[in-house]
Structures are given as structure tokens and as C-alpha cells.
């Protein structure tokens, strides 16, 4: 179950997007997937190909047609026209000519456990991230944290280990790794940050089910940073998801500000495969071996159950 999307009150023209599809739940029938891989472009679905797991392969579809929704239904860019490349840091992005009032339109997208998630907005850098929190592949919970140890603050590992659980402490761990990841994606920078130069600030409290807070405080090289927002939101009692939200170009208002009218409001919307082609276009011919190549594989590798209880 989820919910209506958050408007964003900095540009009326548009809007902000929230979006998930549960692509673990998805099984696709032979007509459904020919589409969808006629619906991205050649290059997504050669790298799509070569996915070893139906699950992956899954998510990174969900993901091209997230995006190509967004750009399609939001930019009114035509489906079959839209050319998306990406960065050197393999962030996609938009390679169309569009005009200068929807230029500053920023999204991203995230795909983990049983979810591909996406977030835009109409002026302001963005970054998503969406986790399943989950028992470590192998070994115990403090033993996980001790190989990890670098990869948060003093302060942030008393307040993961407060917690008087270790199922507990590990969901706020996965949290915290949200909320990094979120921001390194809307900075663009990707893998080679020193994530001990940011530390968040977090209220270790639970959130409930399809309720977005915003009280997370960043800390970039031990001064807080304003400028930036978090969202933070639960699809379920597993999947945590984090939006980073930086500053706004060309408004008096800081979007925390904005946002903290009413940070309980509810935040994504659930998306059936039906929504995410509803507005598509093919853009090339039906090429049945790709059915032939996703039913050969293996929906998922075999892991341990991610519930404790």
C-alpha cells in the first residue's frame, strides 16, 4: 500500500516525483517482458542481458522505465525520443535539448532488496537511495560492524549501537548507510568519497510505515549543512528509503523550510508495470530471444532469510 506524492511548492509549473515499483513481485508473462525491452534504449538492454539473476535484471528495467516515465510524462519529452546517457560516475542523465525552465529538473533513481525507487525535483540537486534491511550474508552482527567500522563516525556508531537490540541497531546501520549514499549520488561524486567527512545526526525513534521525516542533520567536515534536507521514509517494515534534497537555484527559501510544513505527509506512490508503460513507445523491433534468455535464468541466488524473528 502507499500513498500520494509530496507536492513541491518551489516551482508551480511542476512537481516533485516519488516513485516505487516492488520489482521482486513482478512476474512478467512473455508479452510483458518483449515490451518492456522494446522500451529502452539497444544499449540498456545489451547490459541488461548480461545479468546473471531474473531479480537484477528486473530491477535495472524497472529503473530505465522510472526514468523514462519521469522524462516522458513530467518534460514532455516523446518516449521514443528520449536519449539518456551517463555521467563518468554512471549516473544517467538526460541528453535532450529541453527548455530552460525545466532544465534544473533532477532525478534519480535506486534499486535494493524488493523495491526501484525514484526521486525528482523541479530545481534542486537530488539524490535516492533504497535498502532492505537484511542479516549479514555470513557471520554475526558485531562482527559485520567491525569489518564496516570505517565507513561511519564515532558518533554515529554510539548512536547505532544505543539501540537495545542488534536487529535494531543494524536497521538504523542501514539507515545510516542511506543517508550517505543519498548524498553521494546528488553530488555526483560516487565511489572514492571519504565518508567519514559527513556525519548525520539522527533520531533513533522508528519511522512508521509511508511517513516521510525530514529531522535528519548533516555534518560535512564537522559543520552542519544547512543547505541540504533528508527524507526518510519506510515502504515497509524491511525497505528504508533516503532522499537527499540540496540547495534550491534561484529561491529565497532553504528547501528544508519548504518541506517542513508538514514533514508527516506521505511520500511515494506505488507503480504497477501497467503505469510504468503507460504512456510508452517502443523503440524497436520485438526480439523474442530475450524471453528465451530471461526465463534461462535464475530468479535469485540462495540467501539466508532477512528475518530475524
Known amino acids: 500500500m502507499f500513498w500520494r506524492p509530496v507536492i513541491s511548492l518551489l516551482q508551480p509549473a511542476m512537481e516533485s516525483v516519488r516513485w516505487a515499483f516492488a520489482y521482486s513481485a513482478w512476474v512478467p508473462c512473455r508479452e510483458d517482458w518483449l515490451l518492456a525491452m522494446r522500451l529502452i534504449q539497444p544499449e540498456e538492454k545489451e547490459r541488461i542481458a548480461q545479468f546473471v539473476f531474473g531479480r ?84 554475526s552482527i558485531p562482527e559485520f560492524f567491525r569489518i564496516m567500522n570505517r565507513q561511519f563516525t564515532e558518533e554515529e556508531w554510539r548512536t547505532i549501537k544505543s539501540m537495545n537490540n542488534e536487529w535494531l541497531q543494524l536497521d538504523l546501520f542501514h539507515s545510516q548507510c542511506l543517508l550517505k549514499e543519498s548524498f553521494i549520488k546528488a553530488i555526483g561524486i560516487g565511489i572514492g568519497f571519504n565518508l567519514q567527512r559527513i556525519e548525520f545526526h539522527v533520531s533513533p525513534i522508528k519511522l512508521e510505515v509511508g511517513k516521510t521525516s525530514a529531522e535528519t542533520v548533516m555534518l560535512l567536515d564537522g559543520e552542519e549543512e544547512k543547505e541540504w534536507t533528508f527524507e526518510e521514509t519506510r515502504l515497509d517494515d524491511y525497505h528504508h528509503v533516503a532522499v ?66
Open 244 to 309: 537527499a534534497l540540496g540547495k534550491p537555484r534561484g529561491f529565497g527559501k532553504k528547501h528544508s523550510e519548504v518541506l517542513s510544513t508538514d514533514v508527516t505527509q506521505p511520500a511515494f506512490t506505488g507503480l504497477t508495470f501497467e503505469d510504468l508503460v503507460v504512456s510508452a513507445v517502443p523503440l524497436t523491433p520485438e526480439d523474442p530471444t530475450c524471453w528465451d534468455h530471461f526465463c534461462s535464468r535464475q530468479e535469485s541466488p540462495a540467501r539466508q532469510s532477512s528475518n530475524p524473528r
Open 56 to 139: 537484477d535484471a528486473k530491477a535495472a528495467t524497472a529503473g530505465r522505465l522510472l526514468i523514462r516515465k519521469l522524462i516522458a510524462e513530467k518534460l514532455n519529452v516523446p518516449w521514443n525520443k528520449i536519449q539518456l546517457q551517463r555521467t563518468s560516475k554512471g549516473k544517467p542523465v538526460l541528453a535532450n535539448d529541453i527548455n530552460s525552465a525545466e532544465s534544473n529538473f533532477s532525478f534519480n533513481v535506486s534499486h535494493q532488496g524488493d523495491y526501484a525507487v525514484l526521486a525528482a525535483e523541479p530545481d534542486c540537486q537530488v539524490g535516492i537511495d533504497v535498502m532492505k534491511t537484511s542479516l549479514p550474508g555470513s557471520g
